[in-house]
T-cell receptor, first 112, second 115 residues
Framework: QKEVEQNSGPLSVPEGAIASLNCTYSDRGSQSFFWYRQYSGKSPELIMSIYSNGDKEDGRFTAQLNKASQYVSLLIRDSQPSDSATYLCAVSINFGNEKLTFGTGTRLTIIP | DVKVTQSSRYLVKRTGEKVFLECVQDMDHENMFWYRQDPGLGLRLIYFSYDVKMKEKGDIPEGYSVSREKKERFSLILESASTNQTSMYLC??????????????FGNGTRLTVT
């Protein structure tokens, strides 16, 4: 079983709709959870971090964490074509960023 | 803005060659990391470093070594390049451990091809 699992997609969402990206992890001791966005041919960039159960909102992005069920999700409201990218879920067992384990990513396409 | 600079964007090397990948960051970050990224396998941690002259093995250190003689520079060394080391290599840095909001800043990547 992979430590961090994501549906590879592609996930196609109409412009203006909500895109929902999911991630599950295997280590119950995981403490820190991150979502990175990676455009084709570019490096990953951090878009959200979440450490506590519940929701965390930042603009059009909402991260949701459920430690009991070992999943973390990312919602993108009012999806824009510029949101088309691969979204990487990353998990760390320690607070901070050392030794992040990444999922393989979900490719999201926003259809105009 | 944090800048993480990798010395080469594309590199082609022959099997058996010793290969050096260089990474420099300009934000005085304590932590530096080397990942490789392959289709279907995602990002995998090769080595990381918390401080000058310190290094820790990641998940796939075999066939690699690292050097951190100065805080801003972290080098990845392929002792004897093999074709299965053909990959995209990403360097990253972050400002410190136990810091809730310390993101990883990635360089632009080096696409290495070993023939």
């Amino acid at each position: 079983q992979k430590e961090v699992e994501q549906n590879s997609g592609p996930l196609s969402v109409p412009e203006g709709a909500i895109a929902s990206l999911n991630c599950t992890y295997s280590d119950r001791g995981s403490q820190s959870f991150f979502w990175y966005r990676q455009y084709s041919g570019k490096s990953p960039e951090l878009i959200m971090s979440i450490y506590s159960n519940g929701d965390k909102e930042d603009g059009r992005f909402t991260a949701q964490l459920n430690k009991a069920s070992q999943y973390v999700s990312l919602l993108i409201r009012d999806s824009q074509p510029s949101d088309s990218a691969t979204y990487l879920c990353a998990v760390s067992i320690n607070f901070g960023n050392e030794k992040l384990t990444f999922g393989t990513g979900t490719r999201l396409t926003i259809i105009p | 803005d944090v800048k993480v600079t990798q010395s080469s964007r594309y590199l082609v090397k022959r099997t058996g060659e010793k290969v050096f990948l260089e990474c420099v960051q300009d934000m005085d970050h304590e932590n530096m990391f080397w990942y490789r990224q392959d289709p279907g396998l995602g990002l995998r941690l090769i080595y990381f470093s918390y401080d000058v002259k310190m290094k820790e093995k990641g998940d796939i250190p075999e066939g690699y070594s690292v050097s951190r003689e100065k805080k801003e520079r972290f080098s990845l060394i392929l002792e004897s390049a093999s074709t299965n080391q053909t990959s995209m290599y990403l360097c990253a840095s972050s400002s410190g451990t136990a810091t809730y909001n310390s993101p990883l800043h990635f360089g632009n990547g080096t696409r290495l091809t070993v023939t």
